[in-house]
């Protein structure tokens, strides 16, 4: 440890004042003071010790599903149900000098896992590589007339498939830090899906009019990633240039689940292959109170996949190729012309062009896909007081569309929020904002719908948004804070296309802290979504016009709690306890002016987790978890089709427990 000459000087005090005999008032050398006790003196951070720092976590438990892949999204067990096995290790290496290693593990054992070594110096090259999984699950075995494989027709009776999907990653990572301005990096991941997706269709043969499940199995999707650049840190200023690449290819164009004899009569067609390449140059400038930020980017996408295999198609080509290329500029500004006072102001501009075929499909001729955007802001912060600060703004964007029935749009936001903070036991803060979107006349160009018909994306909207929050703290031990919104939108004219939407919710904490050993929260979450859509009967002459009315509430509460030093009577070590639950209830209802009474959809979801950690010394502990998860959905859409489609809804109580021991380097 390098001692500074200040420090040296409070050693010298203090050593004065702990040596066994009284100092003399006229003795000042430092040659009479005794040798300073200096071990609670130290500086844990500047400390040069070397070796392995961290802690080793070695685990059993067990895991039931209740025969429901979903609860796997939460404990990813590798098994329905039964033991397993998990290692957790997050350790650090300090060599001689700069020299340092890391080695991750997290959750080794279990389906989704991480693994990651890094190795290098802090003040030179750094390597990183790491290996992951992740898989993702929708819900039960489904069933389905058709197999996940190379044969198109399953044989004999509906066959089980589970709807799952399992990512594979390979990553590397280099940065270089020398001891100069320069700091350039490099990453490289490599990543394989494995899946079994599925397609709805609303006939399953040999069944009737009852729907069904067409499995589609990705095994051969691979994605490369690739990013690299170089950095440089000037005195007020810096800039990057860097590159990012991605490489996306399957091994399949197709899969056909038609009869043996035209397996071409039914086929769906996977992701095409693409590419995609963007170089970027960034930077920012800073000088008194002002500073500047931009970037430009240029990118290359391209996508190549085969067409239908069908004969009888009316193709030109076997193949579709696609070729985009966007420019995107931003800037920023921000100046602080005094404590009280702030300006930022702010634009950018994206430029889409599609170079993509065009003459594919004969007697046709494809539209091109070219877009841009403009953006432009100004916002500013004044503080009237110490104790409120008010901030207000206006947002500008465009749109154009070449390809689209409104090929213009533009919208307008102003906003204006306040915060109150006194010195006391609460505060307040505020939101509101308007915004209105409008642009050129509407030209439907599809004869094939009703001539009024509007995307939302594209109509004219109004929109007014109102937020609000609030702390405050009830006592010492007792502290609350209290959010809500309300946001309404609505669209001009709307002959057919969505006429309202709303957002509203509630949200409510409470934090509790009734000691140094105990501490409890408890939260609570209500909010309500509402739109309304107009609709039209197309075979009637008159379209026949009807509206339909989403309602979607959706309720979430929670409590828990930590104790530390539970039952101390019983145990003589600092025994550590907590509980978390949550309740999810969501409800959907759809109201038709005309035609079919929609029943109401509802989900409902328990989870319980809890552990407890006690030490055995200063470096052993052990450590006990449970998880419990009640889940049930109940979609009238697939009510009664369990025979041609499987368990669908949701239904299960699922079950984790384990004990692990833990390690401290």
């Known amino acids: 440890m390098k001692y500074s000459t200040l420090w040296l000087s409070l050693l010298a005090i203090f050593s004065a004042h702990g040596s066994d005999a009284p100092p003399s008032p006229l003795d000042y050398s430092l040659q009479a003071a005794k040798s300073a006790k200096t071990e609670r003196w130290r500086c844990a951070e500047c400390l040069s010790d070397e070796g392995w720092f961290g802690e080793l976590s070695l685990g059993a438990g067990y895991s039931a599903d209740d025969g429901a892949s979903r609860f796997h999204n939460w404990v990813p067990a590798n098994n329905e149900q039964g033991l397993l096995g998990i290692v957790n290790t997050d350790l650090h290496y300090r060599g001689e000098g700069a020299r340092y290693g890391r080695l991750q593990a997290e959750d080794l054992g279990l389906r989704r896992f991480k693994l990651a070594v890094e190795q290098g110096h802090y003040d030179g090259v750094r390597a990183k590589v790491g290996y992951a999984e992740s898989p993702f699950y929708w819900n039960r075995h489904g069933t389905s007339l058709y197999r996940p494989d190379d044969q198109p027709m399953a044989a004999g009776a509906l066959t089980a498939f589970a709807k799952e999907s399992l990512r594979k990653k390979l990553s590397a990572g280099l940065r270089y830090t020398p001891n100069s301005p320069w700091r350039p990096y490099a990453d490289f991941s490599y990543e394989k899906k494995e899946a079994t997706l599925a397609s709805y269709q609303p006939t399953t043969p040999g069944i009737g009019n009852g729907p069904g499940w067409v499995p589609k199995a990705v095994d051969g999707a691979t994605t490369t990633l690739v990013k690299s650049g170089i950095s440089y840190l000037g005195q007020g200023w810096l800039t990057d240039l860097g590159y990012q690449g991605s490489l996306y290819r399957h091994d399949e164009s197709a899969f056909y689940f038609g009869p043996t004899s035209n397996p071409y009569g039914n086929e769906r ?5 693409n590419s995609f390449h963007q170089l970027t140059a960034s930077g920012q400038y800073r000088w008194g109170s002002q ?94 007081s110490r104790a ?278």
């Not at 107009?534 to 104790?563: C, I, K, L, M």
């Not at 979801?605 to 502990?621: C, D, I, K, T, V």
Request: net charge negative; proline share 2%.
């Open 291 to 384: 500073s500047l930020t931009g970037r430009v980017l240029g990118s290359h996408a391209t996508s190549s996949s085969h067409l239908t295999g069908f004969s009888q198609a009316p193709i030109r080509q076997a193949e579709f190729h696609g070729d985009i290329d966007t420019l995107q500029s931003e800037v920023k500004w921000v100046n602080r012309f005094n404590r009280d006072l702030t300006l930022r102001a702010g634009a950018a501009y994206r430029d889409r062009q599609d170079h993509s075929d065009r003459q594919v499909v004969i007697g046709s001729q494809r539209q091109a896909g070219d877009r841009s955007h403009g953006k432009a802001q100004l916002e500013a912060d004044y503080r009237l």
């Open 269 to 273: 067609a996977y992701e095409p292959d």
């Open 388 to 665: 409120v600060k008010v901030t207000g703004g206006y947002h500008y964007r465009a749109d154009e569309r070449e390809y689209a029935d409104r090929r213009q749009t533009d919208e307008q936001t102003l906003f204006i929020k306040s915060r109150y903070r006194p010195v006391g036991d609460w505060q307040l803060s505020g939101k509101a904002s308007w915004s209105r979107r409008g642009g050129g006349e509407w030209q439907n160009q599809n004869s094939q719908v009703s001539p009024t018909l509007r995307q939302f994306y594209l109509a004219d909207r109004d929109r007014v948004e109102l937020r609000g929050d609030m702390q405050y703290a009830l006592s010492e031990q007792l502290s609350s804070t209290l959010a809500g919104w309300w946001a309404q939108s609505d669209y001009k004219e709307p002959n057919i296309g969505r006429s309202a939407g709303g957002d509203r919710g509630l949200d409510l904490t409470l934090n509790l802290q009734l000691d140094e050993q105990l501490n409890a929260h408890l939260f609570g979450n209500q909010q309500w979504l509402t739109s309304r859509q107009h609709h039209a009967n197309s075979q009637a002459p008159d379209w026949a016009p009807y509206a339909t009315e989403v309602r979607d509430e959706v309720t979430t509460v929670g409590v828990g709690f930590t104790q530390k030093q539970a039952f101390a009577e019983t145990f003589s070590q600092n025994l550590t306890l907590g509980l978390d639950y949550s309740l999810a209830y969501g409800r959907g209802h759809t109201d038709a002016s005309l035609g079919y009474d929609y029943p109401t959809l509802t989900s409902k979801q328990h989870r319980l987790a809890g552990y407890a950690l006690y030490p055995l010394n200063e470096q052993q502990s052990l450590r006990w978890d449970m998880r419990y998860e009640f889940y049930q959905d109940v979609d009238y859409l697939y009510a009664g089709e369990e025979l041609s489609m499987g368990h669908i809804n949701q239904d299960y109580r699922g079950y984790f427990t384990a004990i692990s021991w833990r390690y401290a380097f």
